[in-house]
């Protein structure tokens, strides 16, 4: 499993290289996990793929060092290095959860480059509307940063919502689970805060993939209440060439059962 740094700015990048495989994948975890994620799927892909997993900011080994948010401009940077590394022009690109999002985010300048696109339990195919008060209004942004630490009245508000019925009982538990400390409250709060660019343009995304016919590949977990795969069939819109998977499985699809379902539908 083979470790390198890639230096950008005042930053440095952590990323993981396994497989052998002739074509190029490069991979974007989800929150609050890191680049070893992918390591799941390496005896799957591993023998198609060179797999290419990248710590993002404030996760991992990767040093974020700009005092600033991460914009969309920045991970494009970094997937230029990632490409010349690798001496590669080409190549597949594959988000999970977050990285999903950030995924999307790299299409507008990759589009006519990327053969592949994998989203699995894809965040960013619609706006949460938790999401962007927190990270798109400067009344938010304040409450976001207060209520983590001052949550008895954000835990308050989430037992409201969940009586009102705004917030199913898993996505009630998820939040809880990932709020229910300072170190996690903070963790939510800077990551998102770093992050709160990536917002990809899903309009300009589907007519990329079009244009470029980029082959998609949308996997959902069958029991996911967080992302649920209703969010694929309304991401597919018939203009690009793209499949949507469910698997049996919850949020979490990174393992060999995921490996083996892309094997199954590479083309």
């Known amino acids: 499993m083979p470790s390198f740094f890639l230096s950008y700015a005042n930053s440095r990048f952590h990323g993981i290289s396994e497989g052998h495989g002739e074509e190029l994948l490069i991979c974007l975890h989800g929150f609050g996990e890191n680049a070893e994620s992918f390591s799941k799927v390496r005896h799957t892909l591993g023998q198609l793929f060179t797999i290419v997993a990248l710590d993002l900011p404030l996760h991992g080994k990767t040093e974020w060092k700009e005092n600033r948010q991460f914009t969309p401009d920045d991970l494009r940077a970094v997937i230029k290095l990632v490409l010349e590394q690798q001496s590669q022009r080409t190549f597949s690109l594959m988000g999970y959860s977050m990285g999903a999002r950030a995924a999307l985010c790299v299409i507008p300048a990759f589009a006519e480059q990327v053969e592949r696109l994998y989203l699995l339990a894809p965040d960013g195919l619609k706006n949460n509307p938790w999401h962007m008060f927190a990270t798109q209004t400067k009344i ?18 989430m037992d409201l919502w969940h009586k009102l019925g705004f917030l199913n009982p898993s996505v009630h538990r998820f939040a809880y689970g990932s709020m229910n400390t300072l170190e996690k409250r903070e963790r939510v709060y800077f990551v998102w805060t770093c992050m709160k660019q990536m917002m990809p343009d899903k309009k300009q995304c589907r007519e990329l993939l079009r244009k470029y016919k980029v082959k998609t590949l949308l996997i959902f977990g ?10 694929g069939v309304k991401f597919m819109d018939g203009t690009f060439p793209c499949k949507m998977l469910v698997i049996d499985k919850g949020h979490q699809l990174l393992g060999e059962e995921l490996g083996e379902a892309i094997l199954d539908n590479y083309e």
């Open 140 to 157: 938010g942004a304040w409450l976001f940063k207060y209520s983590t630490y001052h949550p008895g009245l954000l835990f308050k508000l």
């Open 222 to 231: 069958k029991y996911d209440r967080v992302i649920p795969p209703v969010l």
